[in-house]
């Protein structure tokens, strides 16, 4: 009799246990799908942020593009030694030749001979990093001369190595003629101050010296070498020092 119960018991647990089992595996299945749903909606989220970074990154570019397009002083990219790999339509303006024609010419070619090694020294190694600057001329189509001031900056990679770099061109033409006549104004007052026959002197607003001219030292008898810099309280009596200073102050 037990053993007619124990065989009835198992037989019972048989059916049990293999309903245990295909609900485990229909819940396996089941995560199973689950995590792939997951996986698949994961990459489609993944795949529209994608698709939404490279638009906007296009929409960048496009815009960065025709801020290039349109500024009117020359934008340029070298490589390591200074040939142009990219350039703006300002090259056109400038050489008569399309931006596509810069490529592989180095930047010192469209200047004048004479400023050729000016240029080229923006490229040496031995130059410190940051922002490099010099003036050089260039001959528009025309044939007009232009003074242009060309800046620099290198590229490097995350190790280091120098890639190119990238600079601009601007023209400066105006604002070197103004130097220039400044300049000119300043040299031509400082020799009518000279060779003026009558003691004539400069201070500035502290009333120290700038300058003296030829016949202020023979007067004064002493040489602008030991007056430059000085007051006229530095340099005489307090009475000649009264004087110098209200003909200073006039």
Sequence with gaps: MPHTLATAAQAMALPASAGWMALLALLAVAAIGY??????RARAAAQRLLAEAQRETARREQEFSLLIQG??????????Q????FANPRWQAMTDQSPETARGKHLSDIVLPECRSTIQALFAPQQPEGLRSAQAQVRDQGGSLHVLEFSVTPLRSRDGQLRGFVGSGVDITELHMAQQRQKEHLEFTERVLEFNPLPMHLTDVQGRFI???????????????????????????????????ATSAQ
């Excluded at 500024?71 to 390591?80: G, P, Y």
Aim: aromatic content about 8%; charged content about 20%; some cysteine.
């Design 211 to 245: 300058t003296v001219n030829k016949a202020w030292e023979n007067f004064m008898g002493l040489p602008r070498s030991q007056v430059l810099g000085r007051t006229c309280t530095d340099l005489l009596p307090r009475a000649q020092a009264q004087s110098c200073t």
């Design 82 to 85: 200074g040939n142009i790999r």
């Design 35 to 40: 995590a792939a749903w997951r996986n698949q």
């Design 71 to 80: 500024v009117q002083e020359l934008i340029f990219r070298t490589d390591a």
